[in-house]
């Protein structure tokens, strides 16, 4: 099993940026990937953005390409979602999740604890 823990949510204006990190612990020997999801009051979980083992395959949700870029630092078995242009309809509790490369929420058995980001208009 692997743990997440993120980290970098936050309060952010309107065009503001964010970096939100997730580390990963515990079973960390295996390849897997990692993706980000999102989840708004009354809203589904959905697709964000998600990273290969390598971190050189990546896939964005057609909301967010454009303004942000998700990178790993294997070393530190951590990733990254950088997110810049921020807009209102962004505000979530963001989950990073860990298990096979996939952009479906339902496949992920490792999932961190969320953070939340609120973008005011």
């Known amino acids: 099993q692997v743990q997440l823990v993120e980290s970098g949510g936050g309060l952010v204006q309107t065009g503001g940026s964010l970096r939100l990190s997730c580390a990963a612990s515990g079973r960390t020997s295996n390849n897997f990937a990692m993706a980000w999801f999102r989840q708004a009051p009354g809203k589904e979980r959905e697709f964000v953005a998600i990273?290969?083992?390598?971190?050189?395959?990546?896939s964005y949700a057609d909301s967010v390409l454009g303004r942000c870029t998700i990178f790993r630092d294997t070393a530190k078995n951590t990733v990254y979602l950088q997110m810049n242009g921020l807009k209102p309809e962004d505000t979530a509790v963001y989950y990073c999740?860990?298990?096979?490369?996939?952009?479906?929420?339902?496949?992920?058995?490792?999932w961190g604890q969320g953070t939340q980001v609120t973008v005011s208009s």
């Open positions: 999740a860990a298990g096979a490369y996939s952009t479906d929420s339902s496949t992920y058995g490792s």
């Open positions: 990273a290969d083992w390598s971190g050189l395959t990546t």
